[in-house]
């Protein structure tokens, strides 16, 4: 069974910074995108960010550009979301997701392209 399991998540001040893990077990990661969404309370589901299965291809939201770096780790079986000059508008609760990547290039922002889901880790950034 497909497992993912976010962490890193925590209480964080403007301008600092978390990076997010989104550890697979159960399968490889090898052969999947995966993309980092986010919620915050009261608000819709919304994509953050997404790698393909051979990291050629990556996507940032425009909220996220140039202060979140996506990466993967295959030896880890770890794809990471470093956030940098995080603010308050950044708080949610961030997933992960997977979907297999046959041509090792897709990337999807919308939710619906993905068939599995981590629980979630919460981010909160407030002074």
């Known amino acids: 069974q497909l497992q993912l399991v976010e962490s890193g998540g925590g209480l964080v001040q403007p301008g600092g910074s978390l990076r997010l893990s989104c550890a697979a077990s159960?399968?490889?990661?090898?052969?999947?995108?995966i993309g980092w969404f986010r919620q915050a309370p009261g608000k819709e589901r919304e994509g953050v960010s997404c790698i393909s299965s051979s990291g050629g291809s990556t996507n940032y939201a425009d909220s996220a550009k140039g202060r979140f770096t996506i990466s993967r780790d295959n030896a880890k079986n770890t794809v990471y979301l470093q956030m940098n000059s995080l603010k308050p508008e950044d708080t949610g609760v961030y997933y992960c997701?997977?979907?297999?990547?046959?041509?090792?290039?897709?990337?999807?922002?919308?939710?619906?392209?993905?068939?599995?889901w981590g629980q979630g880790t919460q981010v909160t950034v407030s002074s």
């Open positions: 997701a997977a979907r297999t990547d046959p041509s090792g290039y897709g990337c999807y922002d919308r939710g619906y392209f993905y068939d599995s």
């Open positions: 159960g399968f490889t990661l090898d052969y999947y995108t």
